[in-house]
């Protein structure tokens, strides 16, 4: 949920709460008030019964309300002593509405020679029913109304207010730290997005020299490593030369030196990757893929011929792109050797060049690979100790490294495609 | 006076058993890293080259400017100083010397540098004894044979313009890599070419290697038997299952 709606509800419950409270204080006021000017106009009128009763004597006669407001009756002087002047509601019947309504009421006593008289004085008064019920309606447009003001300058303005934050949000969305991506950056007073985004820009520098500190480790080492690999290579290159050796001891020493030398592989391959990350090769030329392609190939005849594996390309289209030579051979030329050193004797290759997608097909026998994990880093399927496992990672770096997408997919064949980047 | 390799190889033709002293190349050995210099410096000798090393900028500038070598091994990161300047000085000096940077970095850029400063080859550590002896050689012969593009022993003539084999004058076919390894082999004749070393010169370096052996041993098997028709007097020996060795027969 948006901070934007989150607010909304907080609010629409309060102003809900708030606006119920002050309703009904107001109405509690508002009908005191009118009670209060109803009784006022009772009492005033009561003393003017009175007062024209002095002189006029038919004013006794009214009995009962009938088309005047008042009734008058006599009283003996014992009930005269009980009654107080009283205010009450109470309903009557009213012809034009044929319905009770509510009166105000104001009994009261008095004296005229010996005879006590009880006066009742009415007064119609505001349906208090009615009352609520527009009160009710009144309040509820208010509070919707109110609502949707705060909706409309919520939209208009709070979005305004957070637009700064929604471009960082976007840019560190789309922030690669693989890429040379440009550091987050908005331009704005509002004190908390400076914040952020400074913090943001410190978390992210922090991360980027982690990174290439990181990147640079591994090449150092492998750097580090290639001396001492070189003279352990070259001392048991000459230890086993030596024609004084027995037989048993030279084989052990030559298993040793086969060890130190895919060690010295792993070491290179290592290096190499490293190297693709770190943006070390960027001669970029406009390359045709067609052509690296058919050079590799070229390479690979004899050895496919040894394993009698039937390589067969088509090429309904041509690929140019912009590479650099030395890392698109590396690329076809490791999806072209997987291909065919994992093959089966018999085996079939089959490669072809579509718009902007070459896929090189293999019958291994090997079970489906994990789509997830075969581009990673010494991944192998089926514990051959003989490869360095880093073959397709080293595919995969060179395809991020171009903004490639490499795919890998089975359907009786082990496929691998890759979509190079639209001109 | 100096006798070149073309002429050692006219006598010798004469007389097997000649030893050629005063006609050995020189070569200098530029790497601070003792025991590595040490094991070029043993199969250097092995392949009867006069053989002189430095282990610093100091030392090799100073042999450099008395001393006349036809190859020079150049590591480019020295204690005390850049290879790359070592190389300037030496195309400064007019004497015609073959460069072949040995380096730890196996970087283009670097290779770049080397190459236009006037080295003639680029090779990255770590790397296999075959495969220096054969750079070593292929640089001599480029610069010491005039355009002559051939590699004769004994009764074998391997054409590496044209990519063709002769025995006695007589060619035989040979596919793409049987010829490359044959080429190697010849570079590094009476010496050990192990699988591995025969596997990268044939395959090239960036790859995750599936095991190729077996196509390698096919290979060979292959190899050996043109050479037996055709009566070559070149043959392979098998070197306790770890590589193979080029003799004669």
Not at chain 1, 68 to 92: F, G
Not at chain 1, 241 to 261: C, H, M, T, Y
Request: charged share 25%.
């Amino acid at each position: 949920m948006k901070l934007l709606n989150q607010s909304l509800v907080y609010l629409s419950i309060c102003i809900l709460i708030i606006v119920s409270i002050w309703s009904v204080v107001f109405y509690n006021n508002m009908l005191e008030e009118v009670y209060d000017s109803v009784d006022d106009g009772l009492d005033n009128y009561k003393y003017l019964i009175i007062k024209k009763s002095k002189t006029d004597s038919t004013v006794f006669e009214k009995s009962a309300f009938n088309e005047s407001n008042y009734a008058i009756r006599e009283i003996s002087p014992q009930e005269a002593s009980k009654v107080e002047d009283t205010y009450k509601d109470t309903l009557m019947y009213m012809q034009s509405e044929e319905d009770l309504e509510p009166v105000r009421e104001l009994t009261t006593v008095f004296q005229n020679g010996s005879k006590y008289y009880e006066l009742r004085v009415i007064s119609s008064i505001v349906e208090e029913d009615d009352q609520i019920e527009n009160m009710f309606w009144a309040i509820l447009w208010l509070y919707f109304i109110l609502i949707i003001s705060i909706v409309i300058i919520n939209n208009i303005v709070l979005q305004r207010l957070w637009k700064p934050f929604y471009k960082l949000l976007f840019q560190l969305k789309t922030f690669r730290i693989d890429k040379n991506s440009k550091m987050p950056d908005i331009k704005t007073s509002t004190k908390e997005f400076v914040e952020l985004k400074n913090a943001t820009n410190t978390l992210i520098k922090h991360t980027l020299e982690a990174y290439s500190n990181q990147k640079q480790f591994i090449e150092n080492a492998a750097h580090e490593l290639q001396t001492p690999l070189a003279i352990a290579n070259n001392k048991l290159e000459l230890l086993i030369e030596k024609n004084d050796l027995s037989q048993n001891n030279a084989e052990d020493i030559g298993e040793i030196l086969q060890i130190v030398q895919r060690l010295t592989k792993l070491n290179k391959s290592l290096l190499l990757l490293s190297k693709i990350e770190n943006k070390q090769f960027f001669d970029n030329i406009d390359l045709a893929i067609n052509e690296v392609v058919q050079r590799c190939l070229e390479d690979l005849e004899e050895f496919a011929q040894f394993k009698a594996i039937e390589i067969t390309v088509d090429e309904p289209d041509s690929i140019f792109v912009e590479i650099d030579p030395t890392l698109a051979d590396i690329l076809i030329s490791n999806l072209l050797k997987n291909a065919v050193f994992h093959n089966k004797p018999e085996g079939k290759v089959t490669i072809n060049i579509s718009k902007n997608v070459l896929s090189i097909c293999n019958t291994s026998p090997s079970d489906k690979l994990d789509e997830q994990k075969v581009f990673k880093r010494f991944y192998k399927n089926t514990g051959e100790q003989k490869h360095t496992g880093l073959g397709l990672a080293i595919v995969q770096a060179i395809c991020n490294l171009y903004d490639f997408k490499l795919s890998y997919h089975f359907a009786d064949q082990h496929c691998f495609e890759i979509q190079f980047a639209e001109d | 006076m100096r006798l070149s390799e073309k002429d050692y190889l006219y006598f010798s033709k004469f007389f097997p058993k000649f030893q050629c002293i005063i006609c050995a190349m020189k070569i200098l050995i530029i790497e601070d890293e003792q025991d590595l210099r040490d094991a070029i410096e043993i199969s250097l000798k092995r392949e009867k080259y006069m053989v002189e090393t430095a282990a610093n900028f100091q030392t090799a500038y100073e042999k450099i400017a008395v001393y006349e070598y036809d190859c020079i091994l150049l590591d480019i990161m020295l204690p005390d100083g850049s290879g790359m300047d070592l190389l300037k000085e030496i195309q400064k000096s007019d004497k015609v010397e073959n460069v072949i940077i040995i380096s730890a970095k196996d970087s283009l850029d670097d290779k770049l540098e080397g190459l236009e400063l006037g080295a003639d080859d680029y090779l990255t550590k770590p790397f296999h004894i075959a495969e220096l002896n054969a750079r070593i050689k292929a640089v001599l012969r480029r610069k010491k044979l005039d355009g002559k593009n051939t590699i004769e022993i004994a009764n074998i003539v391997l054409d590496l313009g044209e990519r063709q084999l002769f025995v006695d004058e007589e060619l035989i076919p040979l596919n793409r890599k049987e010829f490359d390894i044959l080429n190697y082999f010849l570079l590094n004749k009476n010496r050990l070419v192990t699988r591995t070393a025969l596997a990268e010169h044939v395959w090239g370096d960036n790859i995750d290697q599936a095991d190729n052996f077996d196509f390698i041993y096919y290979q060979i098997k292959n190899l050996r038997k043109k050479l037996q028709s055709a009566g070559a007097q070149m043959g392979l020996q098998a070197v306790y299952g770890v590589g193979y060795k080029m003799i004669e027969v």
